[in-house]
């Protein structure tokens, strides 16, 4: 009997720290503005690249306010009309106030559709950007065959898009990213990703939605009950655009994840593989 009352007394505890730790975040869609820095739309390689390239003379026409551009950039290989193609998003990555931008290249191996991807991070300051991702030359843009790009691609993977999920309580933003439907990323880092900015090390860090009780967890079962902010649009118009989660994503990690027995995974999932 005492085992049981001992067994009952260690899953109370657990549950109220889940509680506590839900009740400690309030959490929403409804994310603050923030600052554009002063100088250019884009950062200063986007504008050299403007004047001296046509493909991307689209640079010169951009407004201040826009918080996502996408655009295409050079032809991979001549004749194939497959080309690499830009989004960015204008989020505040560091919870400081300024706007930063996340880019993501996203490269096509073939005509059928597969395509591979890297990220660059600009942070915003009062008047300038400044760049965190893969070695590449100034005169290149942040895109795969560029530089060091190829080889320093798995320090600069973190999805496709990205949307917003922020804690009002702590001020602090948590992001979903994901690599969807015939990217190649997605069989190595299938499902949602919910990540956040480590300071310390000046880039965004990835967190284990599955750990119980976590903040990860609760921004992840937030994320599939609301949805999460993502931008679209000019600043200072409605609110945007709301993502959606998509089962079907999370089944594929769900299946993937099972299949590969463990490796590189996380416990709290292969627990549940395991049941």
């Given at each position: ?241 709301i993502q959606r989660f998509d089962p079907q994503v999370e089944a594929v990690e769900l299946e993937q994840a099972c299949d590969r027995g463990g490796e ?12």
């Amino acid at each position: 009997m005492k085992s049981l009352f001992f067994a009952l007394g260690v899953a109370a505890l657990a549950a109220n720290c889940t509680a506590t730790n839900a009740q400690s975040m309030r959490l929403t869609t409804d994310v603050p503005e923030c600052r554009t820095p002063g100088g250019t739309v884009l950062p200063e390689r986007y504008q050299t690249l403007a004047k001296k390239h046509k493909e991307f003379a689209w640079v010169k026409k951009l407004a201040p306010g826009d918080r996502r551009i996408s655009h295409q950039g050079w032809e991979r290989v001549d004749g194939s009309a497959m080309y690499n193609w830009f989004d960015f998003f204008l989020v505040d990555l560091n919870n400081d106030g300024y706007c930063d931008w996340y880019v993501n290249a996203s490269a096509p191996l073939s005509t059928g559709g597969d395509r591979d991807t890297i990220n660059t991070l600009y942070l915003g300051q009062k008047n300038r950007w400044v760049r965190i991702g893969a070695h590449i030359p100034e005169d290149k843009p942040d895109q795969l065959g560029a530089g060091d790009a190829d080889d320093e691609q798995s320090g600069y993977l973190f999805g496709e898009e990205i949307s917003t999920v922020y804690d009002a309580a702590a001020k602090t933003s948590y992001f979903i990213t994901g690599f969807y439907d015939r990217n190649v990323q997605r069989d190595d880092h299938p499902g949602y990703r919910v990540m956040t900015w480590d300071n310390d090390k000046k880039t965004l860090r990835l967190l284990d939605k599955w750990q119980p009780g976590s903040k990860a967890a609760e921004v992840y079962a937030f994320f599939k009950a609301h949805g999460a902010w993502t931008p679209s649009g000019k600043m200072g118009t409605a609110k945007d655009t709301i993502q959606r989660f998509d089962p079907q994503v999370e089944a594929v990690e769900l299946e993937q994840a099972c299949d590969r027995g463990g490796e590189g995974l996380s416990p709290y999932l292969l627990k549940r593989c395991k049941r």
